[in-house]
């Protein structure tokens, strides 16, 4: 497999397996993400992407193997993991916004309680980061009031509150009405730019050759391909990514 | 009707004290309660058995019990003093009964709360660097405490009329005191019954009303 990625990555995967009951959902993944690199993983749904993308912060925890996260070996648990969290942001599918909390406090919850940072100062950079995705007017209703398109705007804003070294995207559009998949993906594009490390599990196949610098094929818990954008989609090496890519390119 | 007029001061005094036992014993219960909540969620197995253990023999054993041990086995056999005052100590020791056993309760209907609240809210928490604590007191509690408040009030509705079983050691609220002016005033057993309930009934009206209101205006919408 060709290793892209420079010779101190951020992440390093090494022979990570898991288990859920009798389905070995992640099969000896080996993976390296650089700093500024973005990764987008895409494979047919059950092939273990969104697994692949939550083991990094440990909502899931492995069976066997090692991931080291900015040099370190990732904690098990307690307060390093909190740490280790606070410094890689995820955006879910489903959004998980605080239902109780406004929009802006959705995103001063984490730099005020993790970071002790003063509440004028997380709420001033608070704004900002609203103004950023672009709903800096919204800021003081509640999630619900939101469209979905809004809300992972609003999940994205949070995840960047926290300064994070990277962020996980575990299928960010897959819950929203075609017309708000674009407004998502412009913000990510923009953060790719910016030179954000990303990790993206999509089936957004325009924005994986519009922004990725990296193409990881799964199926069946393994990688089966990985290469660059151009390479993967127009001259995939493997039958079961040409596979994949006839079924969802084809319309 | 007369002794009921006559007697109203003591009849007021009674029931101060009935309110007494249950906005004090009801603060406790609901923290205590809300505390084992948390210990019968943690991902600690010891906690999480503790909490089961102690909410499993509370709830099921009858009140009239609790209390009784409570002044006995804790008043008189372990000498367990809150005062010298002796009806002050029996107060303590029946709030210390109350609140042990409507924890329990409290305890479930939490619980029961907390498993409304979508998994992802927890997931999103703990993803921002939140610790367990944190993620509990800040996103979980918040939300499952706003979803049962209805039944939280029915259970400080069974409170009010559970701080009866005080009588059962002496303490002299309500109950007790009916008891007495019952053997005061021989000929006016209804009209001091009657007045006894409509002041149970006074008690607990407004907190069914109460309740409802408050679980409407603070429901989170999703």
């Known amino acids: ?251 | 009707m007369e002794a009921v007029v006559d007697e109203l001061p003591v009849i007021l005094g009674a029931f101060w004290l009935t309110v007494k036992l249950t906005v004090v014993s009801g603060l406790i219960s609901l923290v205590w309660g809300i505390a084992l909540a948390a210990m019968r969620v943690s991902p600690l197995p010891v906690l999480r058995g503790a909490g089961a253990l102690y909410v499993n023999v509370l709830r099921n054993t009858p009140l009239t019990l609790i209390i009784v041990f409570c002044g006995l086995g804790l008043g008189t056999v372990m000498d367990v003093q809150f005062s010298d005052n002796l009806s002050l100590n029996s107060f303590w020791l029946s709030i210390i009964g109350l609140s042990a056993y409507t924890s329990a309760f409290v305890c479930e209907v939490v619980r029961a709360g907390i498993n409304t609240v979508p998994l992802g809210q927890a997931e999103a928490a703990r993803a921002i660097g939140l610790t367990f604590l944190q993620t509990l007191r800040l996103v979980i509690l918040p939300q499952a405490v706003r979803t049962v408040i209805a039944p939280l009030g029915s259970l400080l509705n069974a409170l009010v009329k559970n701080t009866t079983v005080a009588a059962a050691i002496g303490v002299m609220e309500a109950a007790l005191r009916m008891k007495n002016l019952f053997d005061a005033h021989g000929d006016a057993i209804i009209p001091i019954f009657l007045g006894f309930a409509a002041g149970f009934v006074v008690l607990t009206l407004p907190l069914n009303l109460l309740s409802g209101r408050l679980a409407r205006r603070l429901a989170v919408v999703r």
């Open chain 1, 1 to 251: 497999m060709t290793e892209i990625s420079g010779p101190d990555p951020l992440v390093r995967l090494e022979g990570v397996n898991k288990h859920f009951g009798p389905l070995h959902v992640l099969q000896d993944i080996d993976l390296s993400v650089g700093r500024g690199e973005v990764v987008v993983v895409i494979g047919p749904s059950g092939s273990g992407k969104s697994t692949l993308c939550r083991v990094l912060n440990r909502l899931e925890t492995i069976d066997s193997g090692s991931i080291v996260f900015d040099g370190r070996e990732l904690p098990a648990e307690g307060r390093a993991l909190a740490r280790l969290r606070s410094e890689v942001g995820m955006v879910f599918q489903s959004f998980n916004l605080f239902a109780h909390k406004t929009i802006l406090e959705n995103v001063t919850l984490g730099p005020t309680r993790v970071r002790k940072v003063p509440r004028q100062q997380a709420e001033q950079r608070g704004m900002e980061l609203l103004e950023r995705v672009g709903i800096a007017s919204q800021a003081g209703k509640y999630p619900a009031q939101l469209s979905g398109g809004q809300q992972q705007r609003t999940a994205i804003a949070r995840a960047l509150a926290m300064d994070p070294k990277m962020i996980l995207f575990d299928e960010p559009t897959s819950a929203l009405d075609p017309e708000m998949v674009q407004e998502v993906l412009d913000v990510m594009v923009g953060l790719a730019k910016d030179g954000m490390t990303m990790m993206v599990v999509t089936h957004e196949m325009g924005f994986a050759r519009r922004a990725a610098n990296r193409i990881v094929f799964m199926a069946d818990g393994q990688i089966v391909e990985e290469g660059s954008p151009s390479e993967f989609f127009t001259q995939p090496s493997t039958e079961r990514a040409r596979d994949f890519l006839s079924k969802i390119l084809t319309h």
